[in-house]
């Protein structure tokens, strides 16, 4: 189940209706969709601009794209959107992935309007390609770093027990932001956690020594707790209401500062990065075996990992006290 507390009421009907399909049939995270939203915003504030249907003195940022319809839709072409793959890359100095999100969202956009609700007769980006973009390994704590942020929480908060068995679920569980915010009580049973991931997806996460004692130790905290709206939610905050996406990323974000982790791009996804990457270190993990806990649809998702175990071998032997030396 995702949440989201926009309405989009800034936006033209066909967009928000792509946005809550998105949302509600597909099943796509709040976060993802709030990106939908702001990507495809700035592509349609670009084609009001670009087609002469805003005063020249109107600042971009303040573009209404409310009165945005079928008859301007209709005009967008394949060139259209490379001039506006320039401009975000020219003047809004957009990185190559942060492009290829935004034709993606645009991809999307019109192939809704195209084949779901048959709105378009023809799908201008149909051929649109996504830009280039560098592969890279994926950020991630070690397991000493690992260990400092478990290490960093001040226990006499009250929120202490929460916390911890958050990151502790991250940690070792390797789940998404979305799906631990939407997990509810019923989805603990035991020593297994059944999780919603992307495309309403289930699967079930056996969970370890320190994950059943986190949450044991929460829900006993939890029980306590008064007065409690949201009943079927699992981590609540202080209202007793579900407790959402951003709170939880920035219980992270303070964690990281006070492990002394900040200012190395690391963020709650990276815990996921980091999961993966100790279960395939240290625990020998099948490859497929790890892409059914992360709920990956495509293995070359996954594969990345085995990428991230090289390099840190690589690594390893390269500081090597001996590395350096040359024959006499």
Not at 62 to 83: A, G, H, M
Not at 173 to 179: A, K, P, Q, V, Y
């Amino acid at each position: 189940m995702s949440y989201t507390t926009n309405d989009y009421s800034d936006c033209p009907a066909m967009l928000r209706e792509f946005l809550f399909y998105m949302l509600t049939v597909k099943g796509r995270s709040a976060l993802t969709v709030d990106n939908y939203y702001m990507d495809l915003r700035t592509f349609l504030r670009f084609i009001k601009q670009y087609k002469g249907q805003v005063l020249k003195d109107v600042p971009f940022e303040q573009i209404d794209i409310s009165d945005v319809d079928l008859d301007l839709i209709r005009t967008v072409s394949l060139s259209d959107v490379y001039e506006f793959l320039n401009f975000i890359s020219r003047e809004r100095h957009n990185s190559a992935r942060t492009r290829s999100r935004k034709v993606c969202a645009i991809r999307m956009f019109f192939k809704y309007l195209t084949h779901n609700v048959n709105l378009l007769e023809n799908n201008p980006v149909e051929y649109l390609e996504l830009p280039s973009t560098p592969k890279s390994l994926p950020k991630h704590l070690t397991l000493e770093q690992s260990f400092d942020l478990l290490n960093a929480f001040g226990k006499q908060s009250p929120t202490y027990a929460r916390d911890y068995c958050i990151v502790t679920l991250f940690l070792n569980c390797g789940m998404r932001l979305s799906e631990l915010t939407g997990l509810n009580l019923n989805s603990v049973n035991g020593n297994t956690l059944q999780v919603v991931g992307k495309g309403n997806k289930e699967r079930q996460l056996y969970l370890n020594e320190a994950c059943v004692r986190a949450l044991d130790d929460y829900l006993a905290v939890r029980s306590q707790t008064s007065p409690i709206v949201d009943r079927e939610a699992l981590f609540l905050n202080h209202y007793g209401r579900r407790l959402g996406q951003r709170w939880v990323q920035k219980i992270v974000t303070d964690l990281l500062d006070r492990a002394g982790l900040s200012g190395m791009g690391l963020s709650v996804h990276k815990l996921r990065h980091t999961a993966a990457t100790l279960m395939y270190q240290y625990g020998q993990v099948d490859i497929r075996v790890l892409q059914e806990i992360l709920g990956h649809s495509n293995l070359n998702t996954t594969q990345i990992y085995t990428h991230v175990a090289s390099k840190q071998k690589e690594s390893a032997i390269e500081s090597n006290p001996l590395s350096k030396v040359k024959k006499k």
